[in-house]
T-cell receptor, first 112, second 117 residues
Framework: EAQVTQNPRYLITVTGKKLTVTCSQN?????MSWYRQDPGLGLRQIYY???????DKGDVPEGYKVSRKEKRNFPLILESPSPNQTSLYFC???????????FGNGTRLTVT | AQTVTQSQPEMSVQEAETVTLSCTYD???????LFWYKQPPSRQMILVIR??????QNATENRFSVNFQKAAKSFSLKISDSQLGDAAMYFC??????????????FGTGTRLKVLA
């Protein structure tokens, strides 16, 4: 089944403890991206990647890192999480010339 | 920079009735794509409909249709014969054409749709 898989679905952590949210797609998509969703703010793009080793900042990249060492994987790294990073996070992918963004099921992150 | 505005935080519709969700955007580009995504309580993001800016004809998908007014930069979603399963948060989104060299997606703040039985 074609899908974008995010893990974990829920994560509670403490301030400053490094964490990684994984994202994997099995559709051979070139484009992958991360978003955070906050009430009243909609979805905001954090980072995106056009292909392996090619990444760029979205609108809210501060406090986040990404890497794209393989085409299928695009992990989101929070090296020193803070409470203002408590949010719902989505990974998504698409073909480079495609018009449909496929989303993962989201990760609810709470930083205390 | 492009922006997307959804001015209705919440809407209600009676089952079987029609409702229209508003979306306006701002861009200086001539080629782009517009989308409506649905997010039910399961929080899954589901593509409802998309519109290519170069197409004059409004997109339709079964009970869902859009009113795309390029000059007015307006992209509203009409849901006909509303069903209880349509209750969700709806997001309007904008994406530049790949040829523009800009690869960002811009989302609106969402409209929560309630369907009344």
């Amino acid at each position: 089944e074609a899908q974008v898989t995010q893990n974990p679905r829920y994560l509670i952590t403490v301030t400053g403890k490094k964490l990684t949210v994984t994202c994997s797609q099995n559709m051979n998509h070139e484009y992958m991206s991360w978003y955070r969703q906050d009430p009243g703010l909609g979805l905001r793009q954090i980072y995106y990647s056009m292909n392996v080793e090619v990444t760029d900042k979205g609108d809210v990249p501060e406090g986040y890192k990404v890497s794209r060492k393989e085409k299928r994987n695009f992990p989101l790294i929070l090296e020193s999480p803070s409470p203002n990073q408590t949010s719902l996070y989505f990974c998504a992918s698409s073909l480079l010339l495609g018009r449909t963004l496929h989303f993962g099921n989201g990760t609810r992150l709470t930083v205390t | 920079a492009q922006t997307v505005t959804q001015s209705q935080p919440e809407m209600s519709v009676q089952e079987a009735e029609t409702v229209t969700l508003s979306c306006t955007y701002d861009t200086s580009e001539s080629d782009y794509y517009l989308f409506w995504y649905k997010q039910p309580p399961s929080r899954q993001m589901i593509l409802v409909i998309r519109q290519e800016a170069y197409k004059q004809q409004n997109a339709t998908e079964n009970r869902f249709s859009v009113n795309f007014q390029k000059a007015a930069k307006s992209f509203s979603l009409k849901i006909s014969d509303s069903q209880l399963g349509d209750a969700a948060m709806y997001f309007c989104a904008y994406r530049s054409a790949w040829a523009s060299g800009t690869y960002k997606y811009i989302f609106g703040t969402g409209t929560r749709l309630k369907v009344l039985a």
